[in-house]
């Protein structure tokens, strides 16, 4: 039986894990139902963990697939096997590592989801600007939109990082990079117009360092802004999927289907290498293929 061996030696795994990494409960909670599973499955064959091969866990990876778990999903399972059974051997519990030349399973790199510009422009209309906090999350909608920051970079943003005369805002990136990026005269006036208005209304006599205060006076969290956007997506009557950087991604994808170039749209989103924004342009093609199939008569 394999339960009163494996169980305690998935605690004390665990337990280093926490330990050495100060991983999150969540993911030593997945961990733990994975290595769980992965014992449960191995007493058909009369195993323990500690005497699994090479051959189990390719067999088990193989049955996970075959029930439909997607690369990335056996991929975690891999990463969560290898981990366990390099501390078994590092531990003593067992003298040679069953994963060793178990292959990853290959992942293509997924497009980002991109919203169209009719899905944009629901998403912009979506909140009451007739509230303080309906005008602020309009002016914030508007500015990532326009701009493409990361939504760190929007919830983080000062009003000294404006220049509301050049209409540009800077911004200081991953690795310490600074850039400047356009706000556009739409995302302009909706900011000129907030910090006249709805900003005084929500911080009274308060000071705060952030562009875009709460009711309580305080910058807001990236999760908060998260939750903003799913609840206007939502009274937006939107059902598409959204990610935090959903309005980033439709940033870069409107630019290239517009015809911008390549290298200006990395230099606006702040990406030190080209490659992490050639991923826009299958987006863009996937967008124009689309198109040509709808639209072409011999398509």
Request: charged share 25%; proline share 4%; aromatic share 8%.
């Amino acid at each position: 039986m394999s339960e009163p061996d494996d169980l305690p030696l998935i605690e004390r795994f665990a337990d280093a894990l926490w330990m050495e990494r100060g991983l999150s409960r969540n993911t030593l909670s997945a961990y733990q139902t994975d290595l769980r599973q992965f014992a449960q499955w191995l007493k058909g064959s009369d195993k323990r963990l500690l005497t699994a091969d090479r051959a189990d866990v390719q067999q088990y990876l193989g049955v996970q697939y075959d029930l439909g778990k997607k690369g990335r999903s056996t991929a975690r399972l891999l990463s969560c096997l290898r981990q366990f059974y390099r501390h078994a051997v590092r531990e003593g519990w067992k003298q040679d590592d069953p994963t060793t030349r178990v292959d990853s399973p290959k992942l293509g790199r997924l497009l980002p989801k991109s919203l169209t510009e009719a899905d944009v422009e629901a998403l912009l209309q979506a909140p009451d600007i007739h509230t303080p906090e309906g005008f602020r999350d309009r002016a914030m909608l508007e500015v990532l939109y326009a701009t493409g920051l990361r939504v760190s970079e929007l919830v983080e943003l000062r009003p000294e990082q404006l220049s509301l005369t050049q209409g540009l805002v800077r911004i200081m990136g991953k690795g310490g990079k600074e850039r400047l990026v356009p706000l556009g005269e739409e995302a302009l006036d909706w900011v000129r117009r907030f910090i006249r208005g709805a900003r005084m209304e929500l911080l009274g006599e308060r000071p705060c360092a952030e562009l875009f205060p709460t009711r309580r006076g305080a910058g807001m969290t990236r999760q908060a802004f998260w939750y903003l956007i799913k609840r206007h997506a939502a009274n937006a009557g939107m059902n598409k999927e959204l990610s935090p950087h959903s309005l980033r991604h439709a940033f870069a994808t409107h630019l290239l289907n517009h015809g911008a170039d390549l290298r200006v749209v990395q230099m606006l989103l702040g990406h030190s290498s080209l490659t992490t924004t050639q991923i826009y342009t299958h987006v863009a093609q996937a967008r124009l293929q689309e198109i040509h199939a709808r639209f072409h008569p011999r398509a």
